[in-house]
């Protein structure tokens, strides 16, 4: 384990700055102060980070590496795509494991698992889907939370006839995951209206990738997500909206939360970046490069919108739903938008992204970009103050970041697996200089010091606390409100 002593930088966490030392050790944060001198030592690693910040390592939300999907598999492995992580300033990502219906959830976790530990280059964790409902599955969800480290369930409300599911289920799947105290994630799009949808975009004649966005407006979008915090609401279980895409979305989870409701939106980076007008564009494999679900929207002042509801704390987390195809792969839906494979990229240009948009452009300082970037996430996902945070005891996944200097993003530069990038040619300031993982250099000034299997598995517990406070003392007040109201009718 490297002795890494940072000098001179301004400390960033979600509350506060400070211009700091910060001293690592065997993994972990030591010190943070002014003016440090640990024990002399031979290998103690001095990094001049003056004019520069210190930040927690960002937290990838929504990774999708290696997935089999729509009859082939995402270019990223576990490898690719935690080194490009890496190379982007984010030192863990949660990815997901989804079970086919009818099929167990804890063999999806362990092959994923499998998939997972040998290749990555940074810690991870997962989120496992609920694709179908059956008391196995409410048993194995309940040993995925005690026993694997599991304490997020996504269910889709799409994909019809694959993984989509039906309010009823959904409804059971949120129930359990309120006892099991663990955080339910949905996929808001309404399966049902898009299937009819794209049944007659291609009666129509309309089979390129402008039919994806056309079957898929976004009141589909927002009809989903309002059902799902209703059903959510009811049964008084947390709600995580993961990529949330248009403004009509945003705005129904805005308002949920300012009625109290315990629902969280993440917005992605290809959202907060780039927009759908790209799937009319006249080279074929430029718009189908752009396909994904939900779409990009073709309103240009999305991203914006987007962008103001993630600054002033509507939207809380950002991920990037990196799920990258090649155009190739891509060719599979030439003929047939729905054959499109769904999926872009993001997992290294996401922190970048967020920089240029939010804090560049005036929206957000740097507190709120380390919240929205890592800490918010490791408190939803009770990785907190483990991750997210530098401060003694914390894991020293740390990125030193140039606020200053700028990089040009490019499919010829970038290091994901694919031969695109949706944010081609994007000037971003706000630059990772150095990337430290598990207390080693991972990443410094372009060159990359990883291997294979570097990374670990981080276990979460259930219940927590930043979610579980508030739903915890509804139900105390639910309950005493209850047993009043009995003993008033019963006298």
Not at 211 to 231: D, K, S, Y
Not at 405 to 434: L, W, Y
Request: aromatic share 10%; charged share 20%; proline share 4%.
């Amino acid at each position: 384990m490297q002795k890494i002593l940072i000098k001179g930088g301004r400390v960033v966490n979600d509350d506060r700055s400070q211009v700091a030392d910060v001293y690592v050790e065997e993994g972990v944060v030591r010190g943070v102060g002014a003016h440090l001198l640990p024990a002399p030592a031979d290998d103690l690693l001095v990094i001049d980070a003056r004019n520069m910040l210190v930040l927690p390592g960002g937290i990838d939300t929504h990774t999708h590496f290696q997935f089999p999907f729509m009859g082939t598999r995402s270019k990223d492995d576990f490898f690719q795509g935690t080194k490009a992580a890496l190379a982007g300033g984010t030192t863990m990502i949660i990815d997901f494991a989804i079970p086919q219906k009818g099929c167990s959830l804890i063999e999806a976790y362990e092959k994923w698992r499998s998939w997972a530990d040998p290749k990555v280059c940074c810690d991870y964790a997962l989120h496992v889907a609920v694709t179908w409902w059956s008391d196995k599955v409410k048993e194995e969800m309940k040993i995925l939370a005690q026993e694997k480290g599991v304490n997020s369930f996504k269910m889709f409300m799409a994909y019809k006839g694959l993984y989509m599911v039906g309010d009823q289920e959904l409804h059971s799947a949120f129930s359990q995951c309120k006892q099991i105290g663990a955080i339910a994630q949905v996929h808001a799009e309404n399966g049902d209206l898009i299937a009819e949808g794209a049944k007659k975009m291609l009666a129509l004649g309309i089979t390129g990738p402008e039919g994806h966005q056309l079957c898929r407006p976004e009141e589909v979008e927002a009809e989903a997500t309002m059902r799902a915090i209703t059903i959510a609401n009811s049964v008084n279980c947390p709600l995580f909206v993961v990529h949330v895409m248009s403004k009509s979305s945003a705005q129904v989870i805005a308002d949920a939360r300012r009625q109290g409701k315990v629902v969280y939106g993440e917005p992605i980076a290809a959202g907060l970046g780039t927009d759908g007008t790209h799937y009319w564009h006249k080279e074929w494999p430029h718009a189908a490069a752009h396909v994904m679900g939900p779409p990009l929207r073709p309103d240009p002042s999305t991203p914006d919108f987007l962008m103001n509801l993630l600054a002033n704390g509507d939207l809380t987390v950002t991920g990037t739903d990196n799920c990258t195809f090649d155009i190739c792969q891509k060719a599979l839906g030439k003929d047939d938008f729905t054959k499109i494979p769904n999926g872009v990229n993001g997992v290294e240009d996401r922190m970048s992204v967020v920089w240029e948009k939010g804090v560049h452009s005036g929206k957000m300082d740097e507190n709120r970009f380390v919240a929205v970037t890592s800490t918010n996430a490791a408190k939803i996902f009770n990785l907190y103050p483990r991750k997210g945070r530098i401060a003694v005891g914390s894991d020293a996944d740390i990125v030193v970041w140039d606020p200053k200097a700028t990089r040009t993003i490019s499919a010829k530069t970038h290091h994901q697996a694919i031969d695109f990038n949706i944010f081609e040619g994007m000037v971003c300031h706000g630059v990772p200089v150095v990337t430290i993982s598990r207390g080693k250099v991972a990443y410094q000034s372009g060159v990359f010091h990883v291997a294979a299997g570097e990374g670990r598995y981080i276990p979460r517990e259930p219940f927590s606390e930043y979610v579980y406070k508030r739903i915890r003392q509804r139900d105390q007040v639910f309950k005493c409100f209850y047993l009043y109201m009995c003993v008033y009718y019963e006298t």
